[in-house]
T-cell receptor
Framework: SAVISQKPSRDICQRGTSLTIQCQVDSQVTMMFWYRQQPGQSLTLIAT?????????ESGFVIDKFPISRPNLTFSTLTVSNMSPEDSSIYLC????????????FGSGTQLSVL | LAKTTQPISMDSYEGQEVNITCSHN???????ITWYQQFPSQGPRFIIQGYKTKVTNEVASLFIPADRKSSTLSLPRVSLSDTAVYYCLVGDMKAGNNRKLIWGLGTSLAVNP
C-alpha cells in the first residue's frame, strides 16, 4: 500500500498570499489527485495531477488559482494562490496505484486557515 | 453519475455489530462499491470494495444484493476506535478516472463505551 506524506499539515495564512502544499508518495503511482474538504463536509475533487502535462481541473477550479505540478511519479504540489478566507479548508492529496487497483490512498491533509 | 444515500449518523456500543446501508439506485454495470473510513484530521482510508454478493476482509464485510442497488457495510464487534465517518462510493475506477466518484457526506458513527 502506498504511503503518502503531505506537508505542511496545517498553516495559517494572510489573504492575498499563496501556499504550496507538497505531496510525496513512497512508491511510483499512476495517478495523483487533489481534493478539498470543507469542515464537516465531504470531499470535492479539485484536479488530477498528470505527470509531464497540465493538470485536469474539475468544474469550478482553475489553474490560475490552483496551479499543480507533477514532475515525476512520486511527487506533486498544489498551490493555493491569492488566498481569501473562502479558501480555508482541508486539502488532501490522493494517489492510485496501477490501472487495476481501485483503491485510493490519501495523505493526512493540510488544514489551511486564511485570515 | 451514481449518487449514494446513507444515514447521516449512527450510534452504537462497544462490542456490537454495526451495519451501515448505502443506497445507489442508479449504479452502472461497470461500477464497483467502495467504502472508506475517515478519522478527524486524517485522509480517508480504504476499508473494503465489492461488485456483487459478499466480500469479507480482516476489518469488515460488504453485502451486496443481486440488484446491486444498495450495499451494507458490516463492522463486527466495534470498539471506540471505530468512531469515524464512513463513506460509500460507487464508480468505475478501473478506467483510472475517479472524476465520476461522488463523495457524499458519509455516515458519522459514534461508538459509545
Amino acid at each position: 500500500s502506498a504511503v503518502i506524506s503531505q506537508k505542511p499539515s496545517r498553516d495559517i495564512c494572510q489573504r492575498g498570499t499563496s501556499l504550496t502544499i507538497q505531496c510525496q508518495v513512497d512508491s511510483q503511482v499512476t495517478m495523483m489527485f487533489w481534493y478539498r474538504q470543507q469542515p464537516g463536509q465531504s470531499l470535492t475533487l479539485i484536479a488530477t495531477a498528470n505527470q509531464g502535462s497540465e493538470a485536469t481541473y474539475e468544474s469550478g477550479f482553475v489553474i490560475d488559482k490552483f496551479p499543480i505540478s507533477r514532475p515525476n511519479l512520486t511527487f506533486s504540489t498544489l498551490t493555493v494562490s491569492n488566498m481569501s478566507p473562502e479558501d480555508s479548508s482541508i486539502y488532501l492529496c490522493s494517489a492510485k496505484e496501477g490501472t487495476t487497483n481501485e483503491k485510493l490512498f490519501f495523505g493526512s491533509g493540510t488544514q489551511l486557515s486564511v485570515l | 453519475l451514481a449518487k449514494t444515500t446513507q444515514p447521516i449518523s449512527m450510534d452504537s456500543y462497544e462490542g456490537q455489530e454495526v451495519n451501515i446501508t448505502c443506497s445507489h439506485n442508479n449504479i452502472a454495470t461497470n461500477d464497483y462499491i467502495t467504502w472508506y473510513q475517515q478519522f478527524p484530521s486524517q485522509g480517508p482510508r480504504f476499508i473494503i470494495q465489492g461488485y456483487k454478493t459478499k466480500v469479507t476482509n480482516e476489518v469488515a464485510s460488504l453485502f451486496i444484493p443481486a440488484d446491486r442497488k444498495s450495499s451494507t457495510l458490516s463492522l463486527p464487534r466495534v470498539s471506540l476506535s471505530d468512531t469515524a465517518v464512513y463513506y460509500c462510493l460507487v464508480g468505475d475506477m478501473k478506467a483510472g478516472n475517479n472524476r465520476k466518484l461522488i463523495w457524499g457526506l458519509g455516515t458519522s458513527l459514534a461508538v459509545n463505551p
